[in-house]
């Protein structure tokens, strides 16, 4: 089976910088995807690790590290239209998403 | 236009009667799949086909069946439905390549069952 755990919510201010944790447990493992989901809206695809390092994509990172079955996704320069729902995903053959960290920016 | 589209966007419907919700996509990618979404929850999978003849069950298959019609078009029914079907529906498609399995998800359809 299969199973990722990330924090339910998490707060910050505009301009800071926030850290959303994944932890997974899975038999077999292809990579980690990050996804964003506004309030009504569809999830959006936002950056995928495969290897363990660092991606970075503008003000966000995502970060793997396979030994530790770890990955984060590193928000910079936060910004009010950050403000949504955050899924990371393991990739084994389909995915499998995690319950989400809904991410509130406040001023 | 959007590259993936849900048909209807929402739907109220009683228990006991069938439903159908429709997805198609001009994206050209031959994996298609159906979540479900609750109040608060990720999302988790109903049904995936990686092509027009494969058909595989997902997570939470039971009580809903699918339909691969066209490359383009993936069918999600609900053949008897239950209130604790009330959710938000995801079909998304999907491609394999250096970003790994990415999916793109249609707009969504908000079901109520009553």
């Known amino acids: 089976g299969q199973s990722l755990e990330q924090p339910s919510e998490v707060t910050a201010v505009e301009g800071a910088i926030v850290q959303i944790n994944c932890t997974y447990q899975t038999s077999g493992f292809y990579g980690l995807s990050w996804y964003q989901q506004h309030d009504g809206g569809a999830p959006t695809f936002l950056s995928y690790?495969?290897?363990?390092g660092l991606e970075e994509t503008g003000r966000f990172s995502s970060f793997l590290s396979r030994s530790d079955s770890y990955g984060y996704l590193l928000l910079q320069e936060l910004q009010m239209k950050d403000s949504a729902s955050y899924f990371c995903?393991?990739?084994?053959?389909?995915?499998?998403f995690g319950g989400g960290t809904r991410l509130m920016v406040k001023p | 236009d959007a590259d993936v589209t849900q048909t209807p966007r929402n739907r109220i419907t009683k228990t006991g009667k069938r439903i159908m919700l429709e997805c198609s996509q001009t994206k050209g990618h031959d994996r298609m799949y159906w979540y479900r979404q609750d109040p608060g929850l990720g999302l988790r999978l109903i049904y995936y086909s990686f092509d027009v003849k494969d058909i595989n069950k997902g997570e939470i298959s039971d009580g809903y069946s699918v339909s691969r019609q066209a490359q383009a078009k993936f069918s999600l029914s609900l053949e008897s439905a239950i209130p604790n079907q009330t959710a938000l529906y995801f079909c998304a498609t999907g491609t394999s390549d250096t970003k790994g399995e990415t999916q793109y998800f249609g707009p969504g359809t908000r079901l109520l069952v009553l």
């Open positions: 690790n495969a290897l363990d």
């Open positions: 995903a393991v990739r084994r053959g389909m995915l499998t």
